[in-house]
Structures are given as C-alpha cells and as structure tokens.
C-alpha cells in the first residue's frame, strides 16, 4: 500500500500579482546634530626608585585628579577609573636582572555635558605633573532623540518615494506589506569612534595657569535607511 505523499508548500511569492502590484522602496534620513557628549581619556604617571614609592606618588597623583573632576559637579556625567599598571625597570646593562626603577600608570575616563566647563577641565588637567590628556571625541546619547528623527524622516521618505511611483502610474497605495530597518537585515559592525578632534597634552613640570581652551563641538552625523514594501491598487495601462 502507497502512502500518499504530503503536497510540498509553495513559498511565498516575493512580488506583487496583477489585482494586487507590489511596489519596493528605501526611505534614507541623514541628520546633522550637536552633540551631547564629550570623552576625555587622562593617563596618570609615576617613577620611583623601588615599588612603594612609585605606587604612592601614583595614589597621591591619581587623586589630586579625581578630585579636580568631581569639582566640576553635574557637569560631570561619568568618571571611570579603568587599566592600572605598576612595571619595574631593569637596568640595562650589568649582569641578573635587577631592578632599576618602578613606573606606575593608571588610565581615567571622564564623559562631560557641559563643553563650557570641559576646556577649562581639560586645561586644569594638563597642566597636572605627568598627567596626560586625550579627546575629546563627542558623540551622542544611544537614546538620543536624534535617532527617533532620523528613523521617522526616513519612514516618510519611504511612504512619499512610494506614492510618487504609484502616481506615475496613475494610482495610490493600498497597504503597507513590509517595514524593515535595514541593519535588521544585514547587521553591520559599528563604527569606531573617530578619532577627529583629538588633542592630546602632557605636562610635566609646574608652570603658571594657562587659560583654557577653545574646544568647538564637533558635529554629528546621524543616518537611518529603511526598506519598505506596498501594494498599489491596479494602474490602468
């Protein structure tokens, strides 16, 4: 006895039919905002001739600046301590190894809101013995209301493409069939953050108060794409 075999579905048609045309379009949004933030990366130094000296003049260093930060309140968003690191230096010539000196360095991150009060910090932490300073590098919040602008420019883009196609044709859109983000599809790694603007200063000896500086935001750009997929009522050809 045969058994009957089970019909194989068939997939689903990816176009449109002559009662029902399909039409596909990408809507593209690209903003340019302020930012919200800025990132500033300080890297704290010492030497000592044996290992407990070079670790309290780090403590002592690295505190000195911490304390310089957090005078700066609520301008202040995040203050992160991250790699700590006490090496020793052997000499280089004479015979075993021994040791010729310790070098301690412990790196800080510090994320500003306010870019008036972040020159004057930037300055105030340079100009600190064996500190150096890097950044800023600006950026936005991930929950920037940027991105929500982007994304519903490019969904109106996507909506305005598609009735200007279905009105060459002499017809309207009946329905919306997809809305798809197009890093939903084919996820692509993010960015780097960029490097531009980058400053970067050390200072190690004590000099007189220099003014601060004149950092000028850099620029964000914002980008959102979308595929979107509608059927249109039939055009009379």
Same mark, same amino acid.
């Given at each position: 006895?045969?058994?009957? +075999?089970?019909? /194989? ?6 176009? !449109?039919?002559?009662? *029902? ?24 130094? +010492? ?5 407990? /000296?070079?670790?309290?003049?780090? =403590? ?20 992160? /301590?991250?790699?700590?690191? #006490? ?13 010729? *000196? ?6 800080? =991150?510090?994320?500003? =809101?306010?870019?008036?009060?972040? !020159?004057?910090? =930037? ?20 929950? +920037? ?22 009105? *060459?044709? !002499? ?26 603007? &980058?400053? +970067? &200063?050390?200072? /190690? ?5 220099? *003014?601060?500086?004149? #950092? ?22």
């Amino acid at each position: 006895m045969t058994t009957p +075999s089970t019909p /194989t579905p068939h997939p689903a048609v990816p176009y !449109g039919t002559p009662d *029902a045309p399909r039409i596909a379009v990408r809507g593209e949004a690209h903003l340019e905002v302020d930012p919200e933030i800025a990132r500033i990366g300080i890297t704290i130094a +010492s030497r000592g001739k044996d290992r407990r /000296t070079a670790l309290d003049d780090l =403590t002592r260093r690295n505190t000195t600046a911490l304390d310089l930060v957090k005078t700066y309140g609520d301008a202040v968003e995040r203050l992160e /301590t991250g790699a700590f690191s #006490l090496t020793p230096q052997l000499r280089e010539h004479g015979r075993g190894e021994r040791v010729h *000196a310790h070098h301690g360095h412990v790196r800080i =991150t510090a994320e500003l =809101t306010d870019f008036t009060a972040l !020159g004057e910090l =930037t300055t105030r932490l340079a100009d600190l013995e064996l500190t150096r300073v890097d950044g800023p590098w600006w950026a936005l919040r991930p929950d +920037s209301p940027a991105h929500r602008r982007a994304r519903r420019q490019a969904v109106h883009e996507a909506v305005q493409r598609a009735r200007e196609y279905a009105d *060459a044709l !002499g017809t309207t859109l009946a329905a919306l069939v997809e809305l798809a983000d197009i890093d939903a599809e084919a996820p692509r790694p993010h960015p780097a953050a960029p490097a531009t603007r &980058m400053r +970067s &200063m050390t200072h /190690t000896a004590t000099e007189d108060t220099v *003014a601060a500086l004149d #950092l000028e935001p850099q620029r964000q750009h914002v980008h959102a794409q979308v595929n979107a997929r509608f059927t249109m009522a039939p055009p009379q050809l």
